[in-house]
Every structure is written in structure tokens, then in C-alpha cells.
């Protein structure tokens, strides 16, 4: 799972305040990555390392070790998600030497270091936590000890890890740097005016510099105020050597604001960026135009195109799937990106294989799209984050334009994939003559459409599903139901019920329900149908009467015109009629804020539900 990590290096007095508050703000903008610790180590200004750490959240943790005691001008962050050893006071990180000289903060999984443990304690280093990560300042001090300068010993430490990793580390021997290093976990750098930082995501550092790196695996380097250097391990006639990088034409200016990474006066990320959908959606669709194009004519040419995708990603997949068959004939097929390797089989040259991924550093969906590249596919990364891991890997990327979404539960990534995959889809259908001009129009007509009618949505159904959240919170189990594009729409509203409000959400297709899981159902069991189009409203009333007839609490979001389906349920949420190109992404919306509004209504923190975190980085 992921941590969050900050390293800061500045010159005078540049940050205007204590190092140790910089730190914690920057903790702050990281907090949505899920942690249960928080700590953090800087040179103080007579050249002493301090750390401070413990177990809990950011502020309670801030008003028990004071960060605004602590200045320096070099100093890292952490906030830890357990992984070797149970959230601890000593567990959290950073970790330190036996001299206490340096300090390392890690992202990741080292899997080698049982190994490296007992060889230190060999040497005689002292152990004190249980948790991976500690064994880091130990390699470090014995290749001090060795002779090493700093940066060379943290270059040696780092050439014995095996495993994922994003690693920061200060050194009171080098003081004005703070090293880092990247394998499988992301890390970016961000460069500043007499300040330069290092962090696992760039919001923690946008309100200094929007000029990023993003490092790639294998980096090593340092940053101090003045200078950045970035390395990779390369072999030459068999040994290893360092080489530098040459990273200037990868820098990049993010078109992120602080504004954007901040709650903006919503009482939660989540709510807030439920409401930024209208904008996200007019920024993808105005870049879509652009983007698509080269991707589009590529499809007119395959025979078969896979989307992988992890948990939101993968809804988008599929409906995505629905959309490329429907509007471009073409043979798509979703599939889940951890099962992906069963499916990738017998991909070959020719097909062509896309990686959806928000964070574009889903650990699951990298692998496939690595599969999908090694087999002769073509891979194409659906992303958010620019220059993250899948795009960097695949042969072409294509961008949402949600802007940064730091709420665990995706919800503006969703809208915008769905759109920008259907605006491709009927990009492709034109191109290869499958779409008629005149449904290519009033589709494209409907996506121009599709902001306002987000606005409107949000609008009008806010305070009912904040109603009906007061019905859903104690209910313990709930079925959302839908054929064709309905089913998407009902996995993902299933699983936001499930990650933010912990109700036991299922997703059917209606047509199974029957099957198996009716046999749940009794007086007040809730079943949510979402219909996207007229067919399959048709198809599924048989599935409400069933339901119906056993007592269940029925809720339906479907099309206004649909009276059938008004006349049957309970709750009718009755959306805009509208193609379904649109509607795969307006129709999620009274979902999103079911789940929010019945998270909150139970006292949950929506933006940061247990057990989750943003960017998942592991298998
Ligand atoms: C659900 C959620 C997760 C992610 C999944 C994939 O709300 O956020 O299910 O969708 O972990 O993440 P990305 O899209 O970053 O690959």
C-alpha cells in the first residue's frame, strides 16, 4: 500500500516558517493516501538530527510532538500505511542508525530485508522496530563506517535492496541533502526557487513550485537547495557503474493549483470533487478533441482491444468495452488487471491493449500492460497523472483532465474515463464508417452537453440522496442491479457504498439475480437498479417485479421517460434522457453522493476510509 513522503531542502529562511510546520503541511496534502503514523526528522540548526514520530493522525500527533519546535533547513516526512509491523510508535517512520546520525523514511516493501537484518546485526547494529525499512540507515552507517561519503554509502544501501520502494534520507554528515530513490513506488521531485523538494505525489509541494519530476524506477540522486542530481545504476563490461541523468527535458510544469489540492470549503475532498465534475468533464472533453485522434486511427486497424483496469478503473473499463463494440464494432473486453495474465494469453501483434488507471501507477495494471507490450500489443495508458508509471511504459498515453483527486473514493477520474473512452469510441466509430454522421453528431452533441447536465444533477439530487442516505445507514447489505451499461454503473455505485459507508454492497446483473442472490431478499433488503438505456429498461422490469414482490426496498436510477420503471419502484430517481455515451457517466452521480451522504450520515470520514489507500502499489 502506499505511505506518503516529503523531503525538503531550503536555503535561508525561504519557507517563512519552521521546517517542522512545512513538514507537517506537507503531511497534511498527503493525508488522503490512508496512513496510521506520522512522523518526521530534520538537521536542526546546530546540525542535530531530531526526529519525532508516533502513532495516529497528523493533528494528534502534531499536538503531542509540537512540529513548530523543530527548524533546520533539510528534513523528511512520513506518513506510514503498517505493513511489517502493527502501527507503532516505534514502528513509525522515519527510521534511524545506531548513531543516530541518519534517518530514512520509505514507501514500499523491502523483500530481501530479513537477510540484510541478521547480516547487520552480524556487524553489530542494533535493531529497534519490526518493520522492513529500518535495515536502510543500518546499510547506510556500516558503508559510512567502510569509508563511503554519504551519498555513496546511500548508493551502496540502495544497489542491496530488492523489492518496491521510494526512499528519502538525510545524513548529519552531508546536511544540506536529502537523498532519494525510487523503484516501483512513485516519488516525484519538485524544483523550487532556493528550495527543492522530493515527495510521493506533487500536491504535497504545490504551494512552492508546479516544476516536476517524476522519477523513473532505478533513479537514485539528491537534491539541496541549489542543486539537483539524479543517477541510474548501469552495467558496463559488467560492472556496475552510476551514470547521471539527463532529466531537463522531463521536467514539467503541472497545471495543478493549490486551490485544486485544497477542500475549497467543502467539508470533505470527496463532496468537493463530486461538484468539480462539470469542470473536469469540459476539460476533458475540450482536450479530447486533440488527444484521441491518433489512438482513433489506430483502432480502425486492430482486431481486438483489451482494457484492463483496477476497481473504479476497471467500471470504466468495461463501460468503455460497451461503448467501443456499440459505437466502432469493435471486439473489446474488459478485464480486472490483477486476473489480467489469464486473458493476455494469447493477446499478440495487432491487438491492441489499454491500461486504465487514474494514479497511472496501479502496481496490478502495469503489470498487464507490461504483459500485453512483452506479447507484441500495442499499449495505450488512460491516465490522470501525467507522466506516471503506465503512461511512461505504454506506447501512446491519453489524459483525463480531472485535475488532482486526493478523496479516496474515485469519482471525477471515473466521469472523465468514461468520457474521454466514449468520446474515443465514437472518434473510432466515425473513422472506421461504423457510426452513421448523424448519430456521430447527436452523440458528440450529448458529451458537449454533458457538463451542465452533471451540474444540474448534482443540483437537483443532493438533498434527496442525503435523504435517502438516512434509509440506507442501517441497512447492512444492499444489491445494485443493471444490464448492459447498467452493470458498470451498478458495480461502481456497489463499491462506493462498500469502501466509504461499510455496507455490504453487491453488484448483479439483473438477469442473474434470480440465479442465486434473490434468495437474500426479504421485507426492507434494499435493490438499486440503474438503467442507462430504454432496451434495457425493457428487460430489467421482470427483474424489479421480482423484487418487489418480496418486499425489497426498490431504488431506481433510469431514464424520466421510463414510466414503467417510475410507476414500479419506490424511490424513481429519474435522470435527464439522454444517449448513453452521456449517460454512462451523469447516471453514476446520484451513486457518488448516496455513498458520501450515507458515509457521513454514519460518521465516517468519506475522503479516508480504512483499510484503503489511493495509490496501490503492491500485489
Ligand atoms: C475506488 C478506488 C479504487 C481504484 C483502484 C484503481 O473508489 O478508488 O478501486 O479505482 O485502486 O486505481 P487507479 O485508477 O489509480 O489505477
Redesign the pocket.
Known sequence: MVCGIIGITSSEDVLDKPLGVSLKEALKKLEYRGYDSVGFALIDKAGRLVVRKSKGMIDAVAAKVGFELFDGYTGIGHTRWATHGPPSDVNSHPHTDCSGKIAVAHNGIIENYMELKEALIDEGHTFISETDTEVIPHLIEEFEKKGFKPYEAFKKAVELLRGAYAIVAIDVNDPRKVFFARNTSPLVLGFGVKANFVASDAVAFLNFTRRVLALRDGEVGYITPEEVVVERLEFREGRPVWVAVDFTSRVKNIDWTVEMASKGGFKHFMLKEIHEQPYALASTIASAAESVDKLAKILTRVDRVLLA??????HAAYVAALLLRKYAGLWALPVV?SEAQWWLSTVKEGDVVLG???????ID?LKAVREAKKRGALTVAVSNVIDSAIPRESDIAIYTKAGPEIG????K??TTQVTLLGYLSLRTGVLNGFLSESEASEAFKSLRELPNLVRHAINTYEAKMASLAVEMKDRPNAYFLGRGLGLPLSMEGA??LK?IAYIHAEAYPAGESKHGPIALVEEGFPTIFTIVTADEGELIKSNVEEMRARGSLTIAVFPKNLEDIARLVKTPIKMPVVKDVAASALYIVPHQLLAYYTSVKKGLDPDKPRN?A???TVF
Open positions: 483496469g483496477a476497481g473504479t478503473s476497471y488487471s486504465i488507471s487514474q494514479s497511472g501507477e496501479t495494471t479516496v473514493a474515485a469519482t477520474t471515473f463499491l462506493k469502501e484503503l489511493k495509490t496501490v
